[in-house]
């Protein structure tokens, strides 16, 4: 990932993600992590059936990396795990909702100015002239 894309201003958003993972080979649906203290949303991805066994197997938040093809068990690298709470399903049964403990000083790959984690991945919005400011 580019820096520009996860630490800039410029709204460029992929909207081809969703062909990308449909064309792919991977069955999945998407997966949202929320806090469950807080209710925030921290993190999107995708779950098939195997991170979905691992995730209540293990009792974190697992995903499968589309970008990575493998399964994808959040924390297993920087430390920050987020402890699965519950699961639930959609009425549709085609997405999923960890609600989740996060077990470490953030759930986001990046870090802010000071150099933390940031506690989720949406931490920018955008703005009224379409550009992105941090929150």
Request: hydrophobic fraction near 35%.
């Amino acid at each position: 990932m580019s820096k520009e894309l996860e630490e800039g201003t410029e709204l460029t958003l992929d909207f081809k993600k969703l062909r990308k993972v449909a064309s792919g080979d991977a069955d999945v649906v998407p997966a949202v992590a929320q806090d469950v203290e807080s209710g925030e949303v921290i993190i999107v991805g995708y779950v098939n059936e195997l991170a979905l066994k691992t995730a209540q197997k293990e009792g974190l938040a697992t995903f499968w990396s589309t970008s990575r093809n493998e399964l994808w068990i959040k924390g297993k690298t920087s430390g920050d795990y987020l402890e699965l709470v519950d699961t639930r399903v959609n009425c549709e049964q085609n997405s999923i909702l960890y609600r989740v403990r996060l077990k470490g000083a953030g759930s986001c790959h990046t870090r802010d100015a000071e150099g933390k984690h940031r506690h989720g991945c949406y931490y920018r919005r955008i703005n009224s002239e379409g550009n992105l400011e941090f929150v």
